[in-house]
């Protein structure tokens, strides 16, 4: 299973980005995903995740009321909208899956994951 994040880039604080995920090679339909992210000298941290009917997710306190995820199962694909920018929200985007339908938040819950996409903010 391969996953492909795209769609950072470099936006000016209170700028929107929107990234997504697109899973190849062996299916993995309805299973939870995430989003992780990791600042430079900082460690990977959660972002958000999506159950796999897409019907639960659960947001870091840092990004609740500014990004919101979304999931199409029928194209396997997670997206992540992401307004009202900060610069703290520099980072690596990382999308991940799990071999389950039930969401986590903890990193080596995780089985699968992207190479990640470059999100720069700034003030």
């Known amino acids: 299973v391969q996953l492909q994040a795209s769609g950072g880039g470099l936006v000016q604080a209170g700028g929107s980005l929107r990234l997504s995920c697109v899973s190849s090679?062996?299916?993995?339909?309805?299973?939870?995903k995430g989003w992780f992210r990791q600042a430079p000298g900082k460690e990977r941290e959660f972002v958000v995740a999506?159950?796999?009917?897409?019907?639960?997710?659960y947001y870091a306190d840092s990004v609740k009321g500014r990004f919101t995820i979304s999931r199409d199962n029928a194209r396997d694909t997670v997206d992540l909208q992401m307004n009202n920018l900060e610069p703290e929200d520099t980072a690596v985007y990382y999308c991940?899956?799990?071999?389950?339908?039930?969401?986590?938040?903890?990193?080596?819950?995780?089985?699968?994951w992207g190479r990640g996409t470059q999100v720069t903010v700034s003030s």
């Open positions: 991940a899956a799990r071999n389950s339908p039930e969401l986590r938040w903890i990193e080596v819950q995780y089985d699968h």
């Open positions: 999506i159950a796999g009917n897409g019907k639960t997710t």
């Open positions: 090679g062996s299916t993995i339909i309805n299973v939870a």
